[in-house]
């Protein structure tokens, strides 16, 4: 007859070694969390911007208005919101104001593919403004970078003023060299359309 109180130092021993064995495991598991997903290289790549030549539009944030950034790259057909993407310029971003944005920040933005010599040019459309403020004031920016190692350099800065819905101007032309210099006195805000222009 056995005994309910029978002791048998097997089952310790037993039990020991798997607590022991789990035990390890938590402390490898919790070892190699930092190095699964290191955040410093993710935010190192997020910082460089993609292109050569980077035209930047922005309003004021609280406005529902949707204004329209376009280019025009020497030789390439003008890219805007009806026509995202050229040989050598893209349209990244076209914000359309309040609608479909989960956020309060307005502004364009649009990147190139090399730096082909010759004139460019940028151009600002008041497709709609629901928010029914006037006028509406719009900073560019023009920076360029020779490779994707190369430092961003700003070439031009400009505000300009949107007074009515459908209104499109010339922020700025300009030329660059074959090295992404800017060349002296190119720089006029001669109206060219794009909006409708086809080359």
Not at 14 to 19: A, E, M, Q, T, Y
Not at 21 to 34: D, H
Not at 154 to 162: E, F, K, N, P, S
């Given at each position: 007859?056995?005994?309910?109180?029978?002791?048998?130092?097997?089952?310790?021993?037993?039990?020991?070694?798997?607590?022991?064995?789990?035990?390890g495991f938590v402390a490898i598991a919790i070892l190699?969390?930092?190095?699964?997903?290191?955040?410093?290289?993710?935010?190192?790549?997020?910082?460089?911007?993609?292109?050569?030549?980077?035209?930047?539009?922005?309003?004021?944030?609280?406005?529902?208005?949707?204004?329209?950034?376009?280019?025009?790259?020497?030789?390439?057909?003008?890219?805007?919101?009806?026509?995202?993407?050229?040989?050598?310029?893209?349209?990244?971003?076209?914000?359309?104001?309040?609608?479909?944005?989960?956020?309060?920040?307005?502004?364009?933005?649009?990147?190139?593919?090399?730096?082909?010599?010759?004139?460019?040019?940028?151009?600002?459309?008041?497709?709609?403004?629901?928010?029914?403020?006037?006028?509406?004031?719009?900073?560019?920016?023009?920076?360029?970078?020779?490779?994707?190692?190369?430092?961003?350099?700003?070439?031009?800065?400009?505000?300009?003023?949107?007074?009515?819905?459908?209104?499109?101007?010339?922020?700025?032309?300009?030329?660059?060299?074959?090295?992404?210099?800017?060349?002296?006195?190119?720089?006029?805000?001669?109206?060219?359309?794009?909006?409708?222009?086809?080359?």
């Amino acid at each position: 007859m056995h005994d309910e109180f029978d002791y048998d130092p097997s089952d310790t021993v037993f039990r020991d070694v798997i607590l022991l064995a789990l035990l390890g495991f938590v402390a490898i598991a919790i070892l190699l969390l930092p190095h699964i997903n290191p955040k410093g290289r993710t935010a190192e790549a997020a910082v460089d911007p993609p292109g050569n030549v980077i035209v930047e539009v922005r309003w004021p944030d609280h406005l529902d208005t949707d204004v329209d950034l376009w280019v025009r790259a020497p030789g390439d057909v003008p890219v805007g919101y009806s026509n995202k993407g050229g040989l050598i310029f893209n349209l990244l971003r076209d914000d359309l104001g309040k609608v479909a944005d989960p956020t309060d920040l307005n502004y364009e933005v649009a990147y190139s593919r090399g730096i082909p010599p010759g004139e460019y040019v940028v151009n600002l459309h008041l497709y709609r403004n629901a928010s029914g403020t006037y006028p509406i004031p719009v900073k560019v920016t023009v920076s360029s970078r020779s490779g994707p190692s190369g430092p961003t350099r700003h070439l031009v800065q400009t505000r300009a003023d949107l007074v009515r819905e459908g209104q499109e101007i010339t922020a700025f032309r300009f030329k660059l060299t074959e090295q992404g210099e800017l060349v002296p006195g190119s720089v006029h805000n001669l109206f060219a359309e794009l909006r409708s222009a086809r080359k």
